[in-house]
């Protein structure tokens, strides 16, 4: 069983960065591809990133590409999203999830997400 916990959410100003992170519990982390999805009120959930189970491919929405950087460190069972340039319509819950196939929609496992906020 994959447990996945995200962190580094919060309020921040139009332009501003934020990074998040995911904890993935398992013990076989080097082996999931993990994604990046996200939730505005009233909206539905939508791809935001996608990284390799070694980090050599990633892929983003158009939406975030050249602002976010999808990352993971497998030695600390982790995976990364740096958030940079920060708009109002970034608002969203944020949720990591794992799959062991790379993908940009099916993933077995998900976390329970991260509130992030951008004010304008």
């Known amino acids: 069983q994959v447990q996945l916990v995200e962190s580094g959410g919060g309020l921040v100003q139009t332009g501003g960065s934020l990074r998040l992170s995911c904890a993935h519990s398992?013990?076989?982390?080097?082996?999931?591809?993990m994604g990046w999805f996200r939730q505005a009120p009233g909206k539905e959930r939508e791809f935001v990133a996608v990284i390799s189970w070694n980090g050599g491919s990633t892929y983003y929405a158009d939406s975030v590409k050249g602002r976010f950087t999808i990352s993971r460190d497998n030695a600390k069972n982790t995976v990364y999203l740096q958030m940079n340039s920060l708009k109002p319509e970034d608002t969203a819950v944020y949720y990591c999830a794992a799959d062991t196939t790379f993908s940009l929609q099916k993933y077995d496992y998900w976390g329970q997400g991260t509130q992030v906020t951008v004010s304008s």
């Open positions: 398992g013990r076989t982390f080097s082996t999931y591809t």
